[in-house]
């Protein structure tokens, strides 16, 4: 009798670390190249989503890479995760791309008009590249700060109409205050090693000379190597700033405004029955701002990266912002 009133618990720590560094190893795999790398962010939406509906009380099984829900058939069981974490990435990398084309495109013609004007030698027309992407800096600044709320929103939904709900998304955001800012410096800390991997690698007959002496199959192993790290860095930063993003909005969502029934009722969660708090409009906006100047950080970092780097893709694909590819 004492055995079966035992309660159940879950997985070990021994095993918990095994399935952590099994999901990285998978992770950093498929985000070596672009097409599987939609497979990686495909998986961390379904992974967010599945944590936040975990704290509301309506989680089902964890995601996995391949397999389903056991309660499926054999091919669904076998080919269901796969299936299921394609439609989650074309889903999540829609709604990013709507997100962030009306500044990344701003950036990527500066990037061009730069580089045309300076090849042709227009230097009376050299004050257009700067001021296109700097109305592209200040558009990031309104719209990567709400970029989190916005893919934890996403994902708990599941419907790629959630990211368009922009009543409910200014509720939650106001209601994370502080949270907001926070996650948008670490989000810069993340991007840093990126950027700055990119200048290593483009002067790196400066820093490193021996390289000259490395034949082309060496030097392609050693490219190879650099590209595995990144890969690793960029799912592995993804994989916390979403997990940061999903507890954000796990804590904010009950109090926010313009909740429907549905997946918050009394029935599942205890917090959907928090009173709503109003913040006042002044503290949301100096918090948001905050975030704003610090978007403004992120933006000119990437444009450090990128003006060293020369890849026109990495203007649109940056993988801290949309497609976990490092390029």
């Not at 709320?149 to 205050?177: C, K, N, P, Y």
């Not at 992120?298 to 993988?319: E, K, M, N, S």
């Amino acid at each position: 009798m004492t055995a079966l009133l035992r309660p159940a618990y879950g997985p070990g720590r021994l095993a918990r670390l095994g399935a952590f560094l099994a999901n990285g190893l998978i992770g950093t795999l498929l985000t070596v190249f672009p097409v599987t790398s939609l497979i990686a962010l495909g998986w961390l939406t379904r992974r967010i989503g599945h944590a936040s509906r975990s704290r509301f009380g309506a989680a089902a099984e964890a995601p996995g890479w391949l397999l389903g829900p056991r309660e499926t058939g054999r091919f669904s069981r076998a080919l269901g995760g796969l299936a299921a974490n394609i439609h989650a990435g074309l889903m999540t990398l829609a709604a990013l791309l709507f997100w962030t084309l009306p500044f990344t495109l701003l950036w990527l013609g500066a990037w061009w008009a730069g580089w045309e004007n300076s090849f042709n030698k227009g230097y009376e027309q050299a004050f257009v590249g700067p001021s296109v992407f700097l109305l592209g800096a200040v558009i990031a600044a309104l719209i990567l700060p709400a970029l989190p709320v916005m893919l934890a929103h996403l994902a708990t939904e599941d419907r790629l109409s959630a990211a368009f709900e922009l009543r409910r998304l200014r509720s939650t955001i106001a209601q994370a205050g502080w949270r907001v800012p926070a996650l948008m410096v670490l989000t810069t800390a993340c991007a840093l090693p990126i950027a700055a991997a990119r200048g290593l690698m483009t002067s790196s007959t400066a820093w490193a000379p021996q390289l000259e002496d490395m034949s082309l199959d060496q030097i392609a192993d050693l490219r190879g190597q650099i590209a595995l790290a990144l890969a690793a860095w960029a799912f592995l930063s993804l994989w916390g700033l979403r997990s940061l993003a999903a507890r954000l909005y796990a804590r904010a969502a009950p109090r926010a405004a313009g909740l429907k029934p549905g997946l918050w009722d009394g029935a599942l969660a205890a917090d959907a029955a928090l009173p709503a708090r109003h913040p006042s409009r002044g503290l949301t906006a100096l918090w948001y701002l905050i975030a704003m100047g610090v978007t403004l950080g992120l933006a000119f970092l990437i444009l450090a990266g990128q003006f060293l780097d020369h890849a026109w893709w990495r203007w649109v694909f940056h993988p801290i912002l949309t497609l976990p590819w490092p390029g």
